[in-house]
Nanobody, 115 residues
Framework: VQLQASGGGLVQAGGSLRLSCVASRITFSLYAIAWYRQAPGNQRELVATITSDGSTDSADSVKGRFTISRDNAKNTVYLQMNSLKLDDTAVYYC??????????WGRGTLVTVSS
């Protein structure tokens, strides 16, 4: 199983980025997918989730700014990040969850927001 996250980079505050996570070797449509992030010195935190049936949720800190979506035909989940803030700087990870035994992580992509 592989989860490949991409799309991170350096962006000015107020800007936008779109992260992608491509999954392989899983029945992607059956999995709930989540984006987490971890800033230096902080614990990993949940950013947004999308279930197998397309229901979404997000952390209060990103509501109204970040949108998670999925394209099952492409085995891909997206995180559209708008109005980025300095506090959004972190390594972003995607997670695919089906059960405690089928729970997979990608390597992460770095998002740096500058002033």
């Amino acid at each position: 199983v592989q989860l490949q996250a991409s799309g991170g980079g350096l962006v000015q505050a107020g800007g936008s980025l779109r992260l992608s996570c491509v999954a392989s070797r899983i029945t992607f449509s059956l999995y709930a997918i989540a984006w987490y992030r971890q800033a230096p010195g902080n614990q990993r935190e949940l950013v947004a989730t999308i279930t197998s049936d397309g229901s979404t949720d997000s952390a209060d800190s990103v509501k109204g700014r970040f949108t998670i979506s999925r394209d099952n035909a492409k085995n891909t989940v997206y995180l559209q990040m708008n109005s980025l803030k300095l506090d959004d700087t972190a390594v972003y990870y995607c997670n695919a969850y089906y059960s405690s035994a089928l729970n997979f992580w990608g390597r992460g992509t770095l998002v740096t927001v500058s002033s």
